[in-house]
């Protein structure tokens, strides 16, 4: 099956401060979407980006499809921004969803 | 426009009983999948319905099943429970539009312990 990593696994960040997290996935993909995952585990859509390009305010992410591979682009960074984030991918062939193992960011204030 | 609700949010069991978690999913959506996560890792795909039947399903085993009703809400029933069945579950809704590749929205899950 479809295999995802994402890194780096932890990153400790000042408030204010940028940054970026990969997503590197094994196979051509039909669906990726960006979670992050709030300290009472609820999972947040941010980005539903198979290819292309997407900004929401001071978030953006960008998937090149053809060379398999997502970043999430993380701006002026606030504590809120704290939490699992994580990519997720479903492949051509339909099927299961399968998450990556997440990147944990601690923005300190 | 409701989300996904689950319910309950926390359950504690004992070993070798059953446990059964509900789903209703985002107002419009036809498709529901559930899944298991294990402290400190990303979510793992036990299956999903659509039409009122598993479409799909992980590496999970025979004492997982579930169910979907007509109005598109689902149960996840978990038999025989172990130690390591503690997790937080959860449970996401898509529209499927006859393709597969809908975005996928999550509940809050419903976090089990089994003692």
């Known amino acids: 099956g479809i295999q995802v990593e994402q890194s780096p696994p932890d990153l400790i960040l000042q408030e204010g401060a940028n940054s970026t997290l990969r997503c590197n996935f094994s196979?051509?993909?039909?669906?990726l979407q960006w979670f992050h995952q709030n300290p009472w585990g609820q999972l947040i859509n941010l980005f539903y980006i198979p290819s292309g390009t997407k900004q929401n305010g001071r978030l953006s992410a960008t998937t090149v499809a053809t060379e398999r591979y997502s970043l999430l682009y993380i701006s002026s960074s606030q504590t809120t921004d704290s939490g699992v984030y994580f990519c997720?991918?479903?492949?051509?062939?339909?099927?299961?969803?399968?998450f990556g193992p997440g990147t944990r960011l601690s923005v300190l204030p | 426009d409701a989300g996904v609700t689950q319910s309950p949010t926390h359950l504690i069991k004992t070993r070798g009983q059953q446990v059964t978690l509900r789903c209703s999913p985002k107002s419009g959506h036809d498709t529901v999948s559930w899944y298991q996560q294990a402290l400190g890792q990303g979510p793992q795909f036990i299956f999903q319905?659509?039409?009122?039947?598993?479409?799909q399903r992980g590496n999970f085993p025979d004492r997982f099943s579930g169910h979907q009703f007509p109005n598109y809400s689902s149960e996840l029933n978990v038999n025989a429970l172990l130690l390591g069945d503690s997790a937080l579950y959860l449970c996401a809704s898509s529209l499927d539009r006859g393709r597969r590749g809908g975005t996928q929205y999550f509940g809050p899950g419903t976090r089990l312990t089994v003692l």
């Open positions: 997720a991918v479903e492949d051509n062939y339909g099927q299961n969803f399968v």
């Open positions: 319905y659509y039409e009122e039947e598993e479409r």
């Open positions: 196979d051509s993909v039909n669906n």
